[in-house]
């Protein structure tokens, strides 16, 4: 090959190295990677965003955000930006959820989760900064509550988490067995309605009598229908101890405990006649020479049927309704025959004499 072939093939072949170097070098480009706020400036020949990232050794996850999109193409001077998702155990008002936030601190993710107010309680410093592998976050928000204690109902706006955190920022004391609607560590939500029961147990004794038995002696020596109290019946008493509760002033329970007896009943002894009594003619019972027919006539003018002007006293002998029944007679004594008003007359002058007729009385005796 002559000499001067040789020069231009090499020349040639010099350009080509130096064109080709040339084309690499203007295919780098400059692109500004901002990942999680901190920007830092890489030269790459990627094509695309998504090659970037490979590149840098980053790979988006579902929750990140890549701006622009991992398929767009890079040129010379752009910017990529890489916001890393931190998982977050959200608790707001006891109600637990998984959510993922772009946040860098507690408080850039409180306002992308839309919890800006000031007065919300947080778990956390709202400057504390949230890990990659994300934490547990709790949040109370103030709302009202109806609170019910001794009697006043009022509506509170709290940021207290629980039932037993409200009645702790009230002021608010338990006895030992007071009562609440809501268990203390039951979460408070919105409206909610928290009661107090004040509760009082205490023991109570009540006595009750014990009624006496009547214990009746046949009398041989006594007539028919004569009944005698030889001992007065007294009554005993017992008292029964009970468990009482009261609730906000109202008994709302009772259980007896015990019952004991304090005083033995003592029992009423009568004797009770068994004689037979004397009969008159007709079968009834006499009254062995008294004068019935003066007292009769004295009383009443000796009608069976007569009346009282007040209506109280009635028959022969007049009897009140409630003496009449006392002596065995039923129904109206003006009602009975003769006979058996007599009968009872003799009946009632057998128990109390004579003075139960105080003005005619005496002529029982003429």
Same mark, same amino acid.
């Given at each position: 090959?002559? %000499?001067?072939?040789?020069?231009?093939?090499?020349?040639? =072949?010099?350009?080509?190295?130096?064109?080709?170097?040339?084309?690499?070098?203007?295919?780098?480009?400059?692109?500004?990677?901002?990942? !999680?706020?901190?920007?830092?400036?890489?030269?790459?020949?990627?094509?695309?965003?998504?090659?970037?990232?490979?590149?840098?050794?980053? #790979?988006?996850?579902?929750?990140? =955000?890549?701006?622009?999109?991992?398929?767009?193409?890079?040129?010379?001077? !752009?910017?990529?930006?890489?916001? %890393?998702? %931190?998982?977050?155990?959200?608790?707001?008002?006891?109600?637990?959820?998984?959510?993922? =936030?772009?946040?860098?601190?507690?408080?850039?993710?409180?306002?992308?989760?839309? *919890?800006?107010?000031?007065?919300?309680? &947080?778990?956390?410093?709202?400057? @504390?900064?949230?890990?990659?592998?994300?934490? @547990?976050?709790?949040?109370?928000? +103030?709302?009202?509550?109806?609170?019910?204690?001794?009697? #006043?109902?009022?509506?509170?706006?709290?940021?207290?988490?629980?039932?037993?955190?409200?009645?702790?920022?009230?002021?608010?004391?338990?006895?030992?067995?007071?009562?609440?609607?809501?268990?203390?560590?039951?979460?408070?939500?919105?409206?909610?309605?928290?009661?107090?029961?004040?509760?009082?147990?205490? @023991?109570?004794? =009540?006595?009750?009598?014990?009624?006496? %038995?009547?214990?009746?002696?046949?009398?041989?020596?006594?007539?028919?229908?004569?009944?005698?109290?030889?001992?007065?019946?007294?009554?005993?008493?017992?008292?029964?101890?009970?468990?009482?509760?009261?609730?906000?002033?109202?008994?709302?329970?009772? @259980?007896?405990?015990?019952?004991?007896?304090? /005083?033995?009943?003592? !029992?009423?002894?009568?004797?009770?006649?068994?004689?037979?009594?004397?009969?008159?003619?007709?079968?009834? +019972?006499?009254?062995?020479?008294?004068?019935?027919?003066?007292?009769?006539?004295?009383?009443?003018?000796? /009608?069976?049927?007569? &009346?009282?002007?007040?209506?109280?006293? /009635?028959?022969? *002998?007049?009897?009140? #309704?409630?003496?009449?029944?006392?002596?065995?007679?039923?129904?109206? +004594?003006?009602?009975?025959?003769?006979?058996?008003?007599?009968?009872?007359?003799?009946?009632?002058?057998?128990?109390?004499?004579?003075?139960?007729?105080?003005?005619?009385?005496?002529?029982?005796?003429?």
């Amino acid at each position: 090959m002559p %000499r001067s072939l040789k020069s231009v093939l090499f020349a040639l =072949v010099l350009l080509g190295l130096v064109g080709g170097s040339a084309a690499y070098v203007a295919a780098q480009k400059s692109v500004t990677l901002t990942v !999680d706020g901190q920007a830092h400036e890489v030269r790459t020949y990627a094509g695309t965003v998504g090659d970037v990232l490979e590149e840098e050794g980053l #790979q988006a996850q579902s929750h990140d =955000v890549v701006l622009p999109d991992a398929a767009s193409a890079v040129a010379d001077g !752009d910017t990529v930006v890489l916001n %890393r998702a %931190r998982p977050l155990t959200l608790t707001v008002d006891g109600v637990q959820s998984e959510v993922y =936030v772009t946040a860098l601190s507690v408080d850039e993710a409180l306002a992308q989760l839309g *919890y800006r107010a000031e007065d919300l309680v &947080v778990s956390a410093s709202r400057s @504390e900064r949230l890990p990659l592998d994300g934490m @547990e976050l709790s949040i109370t928000t +103030p709302k009202p509550v109806t609170l019910v204690v001794d009697g #006043q109902e009022r509506v509170v706006t709290t940021t207290a988490a629980t039932a037993g955190d409200l009645l702790a920022e009230q002021g608010i004391a338990l006895g030992a067995t007071d009562r609440t609607s809501m268990y203390p560590d039951q979460a408070l939500l919105a409206h909610m309605r928290l009661q107090v029961f004040r509760v009082q147990v205490g @023991e109570v004794v =009540v006595p009750t009598p014990i009624d006496y %038995r009547t214990v009746e002696t046949e009398d041989p020596d006594a007539f028919e229908g004569d009944e005698t109290v030889t001992q007065e019946g007294v009554e005993g008493e017992q008292v029964t101890t009970f468990r009482v509760t009261v609730t906000d002033g109202v008994e709302t329970g009772r @259980e007896q405990l015990a019952t004991t007896v304090t /005083r033995e009943p003592v !029992d009423e002894l009568v004797t009770v006649g068994t004689k037979q009594r004397p009969v008159s003619a007709g079968n009834k +019972p006499s009254a062995d020479g008294l004068n019935w027919a003066a007292l009769a006539t004295c009383e009443s003018g000796g /009608r069976p049927n007569a &009346v009282s002007s007040s209506g109280t006293y /009635r028959g022969m *002998y007049q009897f009140s #309704q409630a003496t009449w029944n006392a002596v065995g007679g039923s129904g109206d +004594p003006a009602a009975a025959s003769a006979d058996e008003q007599t009968y009872r007359a003799q009946l009632l002058y057998q128990r109390s004499g004579a003075g139960q007729w105080p003005h005619c009385g005496p002529r029982l005796f003429t």
